[in-house]
C-alpha cells in the first residue's frame, strides 16, 4: 500500500514545528501570487503573506519535513533571468514547483 505524503501550506515557525512532530512530511511556502488574485476572485480563498526569507527561517525550524516552495509563474520576459526555482534552491527548500503562465508546463 502506498503511503499518502501531508503537505501543510504555512510560514510560521511554531506552527510548521507543531505540524512536523504530529507527522507531517511537508511544510510548503508559497510565494505564487501573479495573476493570483484575479485567477481566484470569489472564490474566498488564502493569497499567501509568506516571503522566499520564510524559507530559510522554516529550514533552521524543521528537522524533519521538506520544504516545499510554490513560486509565482515564470513571465516569458524572465523566462532565463530572475529563475525563482533556483532563488528557493539556494535558500534551503527540497522541492520547487510552479508552472508558465497559460501553458500548465512545470518551470522547476
Known amino acids: 500500500m502506498n503511503r ?5 501550506i504555512t510560514n510560521k515557525s511554531q506552527f510548521a ?12 511556502i508559497d ?8 485567477r481566484q476572485y470569489g ?19 524543521l528537522s524533519v519535513a521538506a520544504i516545499q516552495v510554490r513560486v509565482k509563474p515564470v513571465e516569458p ?3 532565463f533571468g530572475n529563475n525563482r526555482c533556483d532563488l528557493a534552491r539556494r535558500a534551503g527548500c527540497d522541492v520547487a ?4 503562465l497559460g501553458t500548465g508546463s512545470p518551470i522547476c
Open 97 to 100: 514547483n510552479g508552472t508558465r
Open 77 to 79: 520576459a524572465k523566462r
Open 4 to 8: 499518502v505524503e501531508l503537505t501543510l
Open 31 to 38: 510565494l505564487e501570487r501573479l495573476g493570483k488574485a484575479k
Open 17 to 28: 514545528r507543531q505540524a512536523e512532530n504530529a507527522g507531517i512530511d511537508c511544510i510548503m
Open 43 to 61: 472564490c474566498q480563498l488564502f493569497l499567501s503573506d509568506h516571503y522566499p526569507a520564510d524559507i530559510d527561517r522554516l529550514r533552521s525550524t
